[in-house]
T-cell receptor, first 110, second 122 residues
Framework: GIQVEQSPPDLILQEGANSTLRCNFSDSVNNLQWFHQNPWGQLINLFYIPSGTKQNGRLSATTVATERYSLLYISSSQTTDSGVYFCAVERGWGTDKLIFGTGTRLQVFP | GAGVSQTPSNKVTEKGKYVELRCDPISGHTALYWYRQSLGQGPEFLIYFQGTGAADDSGLPNDRFFAVRPEGSVSTLKIQRTERGDSAVYLC????????????????????FGPGTRLTVL
């Protein structure tokens, strides 16, 4: 099956720093989503981004489907950004389950 | 409601008992998914409903696990003869369906997740 790998596995930042999280996938996908899982376990949608670039405030994401990777950029990080970031891919028509990556655990200190 | 809701938020049971976990999707969402997340791991797919029918149940680990969605809205995940290895957070998600027609000519949109049910089997 498709493999979804994220890097780095762990990231420690001081408030105000910028970071880039990477998601590599081993086969073509129909859709890709980025999630933030907060310390209480809630999965929060960040981006639905099968291709191209999107921005939402301090966050932006780029997916290059032909090269099978996606990047999540966090600028001017805040302590509330702490948690685990997952990318998840969907293979295609009729197979709509999400396959999650290994996650990046982010800790932002004041 | 405003989002996906799940009940109970926590469930503690003894090995061998039967449990039911409930999911209320976002109103109007035709697609519903169950996932399971073990400590330190990403969520893993269990089953996907399109309306009332299970479109993909390939993630159910064995025949002790079963899920229903009789009216195309609320879903219940049922686990028989629970084992300690079943302990995990069970997540439900829902989404709208893009385009018309029947599988495989449709696809689903962004999946929105509920807060999960933490199941502990003693």
């Amino acid at each position: 099956g498709i493999q979804v790998e994220q890097s780095p596995p762990d990231l420690i930042l001081q408030e105000g720093a910028n970071s880039t999280l990477r998601c590599n996938f081993s086969d073509s996908v129909n859709n890709l989503q980025w999630f933030h899982q907060n310390p209480w376990g809630q999965l929060i949608n960040l981006f639905y981004i099968p291709s191209g670039t999107k921005q939402n405030g301090r966050l932006s994401a780029t997916t290059v489907a032909t090269e099978r990777y996606s990047l999540l950029y966090i600028s001017s990080s805040q302590t509330t950004d702490s948690g685990v970031y997952f990318c998840a891919v969907e293979r295609g028509w009729g197979t709509d389950k999400l396959i999650f990556g290994t996650g990046t655990r982010l800790q932002v200190f004041p | 409601g405003a989002g996906v809701s799940q009940t109970p938020s926590n469930k503690v049971t003894e090995k061998g008992k039967y449990v039911e976990l409930r999911c209320d999707p976002i109103s109007g969402h035709t697609a519903l998914y169950w996932y399971r997340q073990s400590l330190g791991q990403g969520p893993e797919f269990l089953i996907y409903f399109q309306g009332t029918g299970a479109a993909d149940d390939s993630g159910l680990p064995n025949d002790r696990f079963f899920a229903v969605r009789p009216e195309g809205s609320v879903s219940t995940l049922k686990i028989q003869r629970t084992e300690r290895g079943d302990s995990a957070v069970y997540l439900c998600a829902s989404s709208t369906t893009l385009a018309g027609g029947h599988s495989p000519t449709y696809s689903t949109d962004t999946q929105y997740f509920g807060p999960g049910t933490r199941l502990t089997v003693l």
